[in-house]
């Protein structure tokens, strides 16, 4: 009779030890080929750095408005500025100027 007892109590830590390992294999996959796992750590630096770039160009960018902004202080207007703009927006030249069309 104690084979019998000893039977169900085997299958019940078989099915545990199962579960647990399907769960670590799970977890395994999940560490090795997950969204943050091994395989996506090259794709995440390549990421990475094109933002590093992108952050940088529009650094540049924010600090050739910075720039500009500067030159349009009322209390000391660049006067080449102001006519470049006043030219571009109203559409005026000096007569001796040449206007050339990009398209």
Same mark, same amino acid.
């Given at each position: 009779?104690?084979?019998?007892?000893?039977?169900?109590?085997?299958?019940?830590?078989?099915?545990?030890?199962? &579960?647990?390992? &399907?769960?670590?294999?799970?977890?395994? =996959?999940?560490?090795?080929?997950?969204?943050?796992?091994?395989?996506?750590? =090259? !794709?995440?630096?390549?990421?990475?750095? !094109?933002?590093?770039?992108?952050?940088?160009?529009?650094?540049?960018?924010?600090?050739?408005?910075?720039?500009?902004?500067?030159?349009?202080?009322?209390?000391?207007?660049?006067?080449?500025?102001?006519?470049?703009?006043?030219?571009?927006?109203?559409?005026?030249?000096?007569?001796?100027?040449?206007?050339?069309?990009?398209?």
């Amino acid at each position: 009779m104690k084979k019998h007892r000893s039977e169900p109590k085997l299958a019940r830590e078989s099915l545990t030890q199962g &579960i647990a390992l &399907i769960c670590l294999l799970v977890m395994a =996959g999940f560490a090795i080929a997950g969204p943050s796992g091994l395989l996506a750590w =090259g !794709e995440n630096q390549r990421l990475l750095a !094109e933002r590093r770039m992108e952050v940088t160009r529009l650094a540049a960018q924010r600090d050739d408005l910075r720039n500009r902004v500067a030159l349009l202080d009322p209390r000391h207007v660049d006067p080449d500025l102001t006519g470049e703009l006043l030219r571009s927006n109203l559409n005026v030249v000096h007569p001796d100027e040449m206007v050339m069309l990009l398209r």
